[in-house]
C-alpha cells in the first residue's frame, strides 16, 4: 500500500481487541443462527434475564420445539416505530414487548411484523404493549436482527436461573446484551486491509482500489484512491453507501449512481481524494428490506414513513467503519462531498475533521423527484 496515502500506516489493533474477539465472534454467530431460522440466548451477564429469541419473519409452523419445551409465556418484540404503526406505543421507544391473548401462530404474528401482510384493525385486538427497558436483553434482540438485516421483531421467552446450563445442553449459542450493543464498534475496530490493485477507471486513470474486510468474513468495505491524495492538507472524500439497484442496475428510483461516478469524476478533477464504498444497502436496512420499502413506496408511503413501516428508523447506517479506514489511511481532516449534515456530525463525533462541506446534488427525474423533496424535508438533506 502506498506510503504517500498512508504514512502513519495502519494503526494497530486496539489493546483489547484479543479480548473483544470471542465477544464479536458470539454475536456473529447468533447473527447466523437468527438469519438461518434458529434461536439463541441472550443475557444479561451472568446467567441473569436470559431469554431464548428467534427472528419472527423466519417463523412459519407453530409451536416451536425449544419454546414449547419450556412452557414459558411467549411474547413479541417489536421496535417504537413498527410499534405506533401498529398504534399501541410512542415510537420514541426502542424496543416494545407485544403480549397477545391466546396462541401466537404464525396467521397472527405475520400481520403484527409486516406491513405487507393481510391488513388487520389497528391497533391489532387482544394485543397490548409495555415499553422494554434500555439496555434489557430482549432490547438487545432486536439490535441483533437488525444486525442480521431482518425484520426488527423477535418472538421471545424466558429463561430460568439456569438458563446457562439449559443453553449449553441444547447448543444454543449466548450472546451478552453488552456485546450486541458494543458490536458496531468492536467490528469496525477489527477491519484489517486484505488486498490491494491498481484499478483505472473511466475518468480517473490513477485509481487505486483497497478492501478492508471485517473479521466475521462478511462484505468487505472499499476504499477507491484516486491519485496521491496528501494527508498533511483536507483530504476531498465521498462517503457512499453501496446501492445494488442505483450503482449496478441503473435504477432511476434513486440518484445513487449518479452520486457514485458524480464523485468519482470530483476526486478525479481535482487531482486526489478517496471514496469509501461502505457495504451499508439501503441505507443500513439491507437489499431485502430496501426492497420491501419500494413496495410500500409503490402504495403511497414515502420513503421515511416506509422505512417505520418495517420497524426501522429513517437511517440505521453506522460511521464507525468508514472512520476507521480514513485513520488506517492517515486521514484526519477531510473536505467532505455530501448533501446530508448528518454524515459531517458523524465523522466529527469520532474524531474526523470536516473542514469543508462540498454540495454533491445531481438533477432529478421523474421517478426519484419525491424521494428527493422527502430527504430534503424529512431529513435534512441540502439541495
Known sequence: ??????????????????????????????????????????????GKSAILVRAAETI????????????????????????????LSEPAARAVQLNIAGELTPERLRPLIDPQAESQS???????????????P?????????????????????LGEDAMAWAKAHDRVIAATS???QYDSRSACALKPVSEARVPLAG??????????????????IAVIVGEPDPALPVLIRLHSECL???????????????????????????????LYLAQEGRGIGLVNKLRAYGLQDKGFDTVDANEQLGYDDDERVYQPAVRILKALGFSKVRLLTNN????????????????????????NEHNWTYLQTKAKRSGHLL
Request: overall charge neutral; proline content about 8%.
Open 179 to 181: 456485546d450486541i450493543e
Open 122 to 136: 389497528i391497533p391489532p385486538a387482544g394485543v397490548s404493549a409495555a415499553t422494554v427497558a434500555d439496555y434489557s
Open 60 to 87: 412459519a409452523g407453530w409451536p416451536l420445539p425449544l419454546f414449547r419445551e419450556l412452557a414459558g409465556p411467549v411474547s413479541l418484540i417489536v421496535t417504537g416505530r413498527r410499534a405506533s404503526v401498529l398504534g
Open 204 to 221: 480517473a486513470r490513477d485509481t487505486r482500489v483497497i478492501t478492508f474486510r471485517p473479521e466475521d468474513g462478511g462484505a468487505e468495505h
Open 341 to 364: 449534515p448528518a454524515k459531517v456530525g458523524a465523522l466529527a463525533r469520532h474524531g474526523i475533521e470536516v473542514a469543508e462541506r462540498v454540495p454533491h446534488s445531481f438533477p432529478s
Open 245 to 275: 439497484t442505483g450503482d449496478l442496475l441503473g435504477s432511476l428510483r434513486c440518484d445513487c449512481g449518479d452520486q457514485l461516478r458524480g464523485a468519482i469524476d470530483a476526486l478525479a478533477k481535482h487531482g486526489s481524494g478517496v471514496l
Open 1 to 46: 500500500m502506498s506510503q504517500q496515502a498512508r504514512p502513519q500506516g495502519i494503526p494497530a489493533p486496539d489493546a483489547t481487541e484479543d479480548g473483544d474477539s470471542r465477544a464479536r465472534e458470539a454475536v456473529e454467530r447468533a447473527v447466523a443462527d437468527l438469519r438461518r431460522g434458529g434461536a439463541v440466548v441472550i443475557t444479561a451477564g451472568h
Open 138 to 158: 430482549a432490547n438487545a434482540a432486536i439490535r441483533l436482527a437488525k444486525i442480521a438485516r431482518l425484520l426488527p421483531a423477535v418472538v421471545m421467552t424466558p
